[in-house]
């Protein structure tokens, strides 16, 4: 009550509660993208509700995993070590890890399987008939409900880690890590349903929000092998690609009016 109390009168503990809320917003986004790609291959009367069962879950494990700081913080932990030195910067350090923690294995298989999904997505919409193709075995136009919770589950202990271990790393003050995590949850469960009919609504946007998973998914790689590419960077470059997509799509509305005229 007290950790409560201070979040909420303490001009620092509150300034730190705002940059937080910001940044969980901001990492549940790459969440959320992947939910609303994912959701939208079911059949339309059950994708609201797989929604807010992904979302839910998000929600879930991020509490769980804040009852369990001190081993969250312990994943961090080297537990091996490849025994080679990468290539060393001007400062003498080297340019990639070669020591590994539970962290970084976790975000590698997450990268790895964003990639995958990402990729597997992209071949269904540039070739929908299909082929004999591995890529092509399970159709995603088939996905069943179960199917698209399992893949949501997955990727939500990835996103759920990476938020959590944020927010460790901001403030040590639990309650404010949790509200923090319920604003942000709370954000995403609203902007479910209109981000997911927009996407539907603009095909091209499909392209764009697997192009960011592929990204993502590159990402993560790269933060497992200690190659850590600044947040902004990222997020920077989506708005960017998004205010373009955005144009195109007033502009192909503003041709559909003019040849209707």
Not at 25 to 39: A, E, K, M, Q, Y
Not at 129 to 134: F, K, L, P, T, W
Request: hydrophobic share 60%; charged share 15%.
């Amino acid at each position: 009550m007290d950790s409560l109390i201070i979040a909420f009168t303490d001009p620092a503990a509150l300034a730190a509660l705002v940059a937080l809320v910001v940044m969980e917003v901001v990492l549940g986004i790459d969440n959320l993208v992947f939910i609303s790609i994912l959701t939208n291959k079911l059949p339309e009367a059950q994708r609201p509700k797989a929604r807010r069962i992904g979302i839910g879950l998000a929600l879930g494990m991020r509490l769980v995993l804040l009852s369990m700081i001190a081993w969250i913080v312990g994943l961090t932990a080297p537990i091996f070590n490849l025994g080679i030195t990468g290539p060393l910067d001007q400062h003498g350090v080297p340019t990639f890890e070669t020591e590994f923690s539970w962290r970084d294995l976790i975000l590698i298989v997450g990268g790895l399987f964003l990639i995958w999904k990402a990729t597997k997505e992209i071949h269904h919409t540039v070739d929908p008939v299909g082929s004999d193709d591995v890529l092509d075995k399970k159709s995603a136009v088939t996905m069943s409900f179960g199917s698209a919770i399992v893949q949501i589950i997955l990727l939500d202990m990835i996103f759920s880690l990476d938020s959590i271990l944020t927010a460790v790393g901001m403030t040590d003050n639990l309650a404010i890590m949790v509200i923090a995590v319920i604003a942000a949850v709370t954000a995403m469960l609203l902007a479910a349903d209109p981000l997911a009919n927009f996407i539907a609504r603009n095909p091209t946007v499909v392209m764009l929000a697997l192009g960011f998973l592929l990204m993502i998914g590159a990402v993560l790689i790269a933060d497992g092998f200690g190659v850590h590419v600044p947040k902004g960077y990222i997020y920077a470059a989506m708005a960017f690609s998004t205010l373009v997509e955005c144009l195109n799509i007033f502009a192909r509305r503003a041709q559909k009016r003019a040849g209707g005229a």
